[in-house]
């Protein structure tokens, strides 16, 4: 650092000390600003993480396999699309970063207690498998099927709700077999489940897969449900899987394609903190704008003694892009500061929430800001003090020596 840079640092430094009350208030609006954002921004950031792994770790898991063709042309004719029974493939395929590989076989058809009958989209599961797959499914009644009877089944919340059903009722299944035929089973519900997303909770039922194969006289499982220790390890591990595994007999698809519920509220959040983020943008610009310039003209006939004694215009333009830049500085870092404190507080704290629009129960939020984040709401407030200091500085700088110091006399 040049000495006249330090020079003009010093002399910034001390402007904003002889006018605190100004460069005080600019100081608030900047700080005030980086905490909005970062609490607002860390609130979504922690929404999009909880609901990250709640849709992995009740639906979907990291990767699914199946065979080409599945998702796009299958779920009118699932059993097509078999894959063998043993996931042995999978996993020795996979990296070492694999947890657990699990089978399923979707069915459908009706389910009937008593009178009442309504049709269902079902789930054969291996209960022993599917147990670290599916954590964020909450039993809300009953028991899961781990333990649980052969001859058991697990409800959705609403599902059992428009049927009517219980722990320890028996229901029917009645579904149309692979080769066309019909078949039913009958099956004591163990207990009802929710997830993250009251739509699948009000259609969907999970038997063991022993039973769903007998149901619909297959073998095998239309997709392998796989579980990894980090999520942010599963690009890599798909690619892996793509260089191991036959692309003419299995498609790998990460859990990000399947989760179009949450690739949709990602979509909508993040417009919502861009939207936020260009306000307190704005916000800073004419604050800071606002005070340098009262800054200019109080001090125009400071300026122009300056320039009478031989500082170059430039060096007044560094002079007050130095106020700005310093005022950016430290209203960013004190304004990260409190934010990360202001965030751990209210995450021990909690936020109550209501339940948000496809969802069946409310949750209590928190606040996670990531080192990123905090990044970018530093950058926020230095860049935005820097282009706001632009223009006063340049007006200073091409003042008339000659009407500057004739100002106020």
Not at 36 to 59: C, K, N, P, V
Not at 216 to 242: F, H, I, K, P, Y
Not at 286 to 305: C, D, F, H, K, Q
């Amino acid at each position: 650092m040049s000495a006249a840079l330090v020079q003009t640092v010093r002399l910034a430094a001390r402007n904003l000390l002889r006018q605190r009350r100004r460069a005080l208030l600019a100081l608030a609006t900047v700080v005030g600003g980086v905490v909005a954002y970062l609490l607002a921004g860390g609130f979504i950031h922690w929404i999009f993480q909880d609901m990250r792994e709640s849709t992995i770790h009740s639906q979907l898991g990291h990767i699914q396999i199946t065979r080409p063709g599945y998702f796009r042309e299958g779920l009118g004719d699932p059993y097509r699309y078999l894959l063998p029974t043993d996931t042995g493939a999978a996993g020795a395929a996979g990296s070492g970063g694999v947890r657990t590989v699990a089978p399923r076989l979707a069915f459908s058809g009706l389910v009937s207690k008593g009178e009442d009958t309504i049709s269902f989209v079902g789930e054969g599961i291996d209960p022993a498998l599917e147990a670290p797959i599916t954590r964020a499914i909450t039993i809300v009644a009953g028991r899961d099927l781990t333990g649980a009877p052969p001859e058991s089944v697990l409800l959705g919340e609403g599902l059992a709700a428009n049927l009517g059903a219980q722990p320890g009722d028996k229901v029917v299944l009645l579904a149309t077999t692979a080769d066309g035929g019909i078949n039913a089973v009958e099956l004591e519900v163990a207990g009802l489940f929710a997830t993250i997303t009251k739509a699948y909770d009000d259609t969907v039922l999970r038997a063991p897969i022993a039973v769903a194969r007998q149901l619909m006289r297959v073998e095998g499982a239309t997709s392998w449900v796989m579980l990894l220790d980090d999520t942010d390890a599963t690009a890599q591990t798909v690619s892996a899987l793509g260089t191991r595994l036959p692309a003419d007999g299995f498609e790998i698809i990460p859990w990000s394609d399947l989760a179009d519920f949450y690739n949709k509220t990602v979509e909508l959040f993040s417009r919502q903190v861009g939207v936020v983020r260009l306000l307190i943008a704005f916000i800073v610009v004419l604050s800071i704008s606002n005070t340098l310039s009262m800054a200019v003209i109080e001090r125009t006939g400071e300026i122009g003694t300056s320039m009478a004694i031989g500082v170059r215009r430039r060096g007044i333009l560094a002079l007050f892009v130095s106020e700005g830049v310093l005022l950016g500085i430290a209203g960013g870092v004190i304004g990260v500061l409190a934010g990360y404190a202001l965030g751990a507080l209210i995450s021990a704290i909690g936020i109550p929430m209501p339940p948000p629009p496809g969802m069946a129960r409310g949750y209590t939020g928190q606040i996670a800001i990531p080192p990123a984040l905090a990044l970018d709401a530093f950058l926020l407030a230095f860049v935005t003090t820097l282009a706001a200091s632009i223009f006063p500085a340049w007006k200073a700088s091409r003042m008339n020596i000659v009407d500057a110091l004739r100002h106020q006399r």
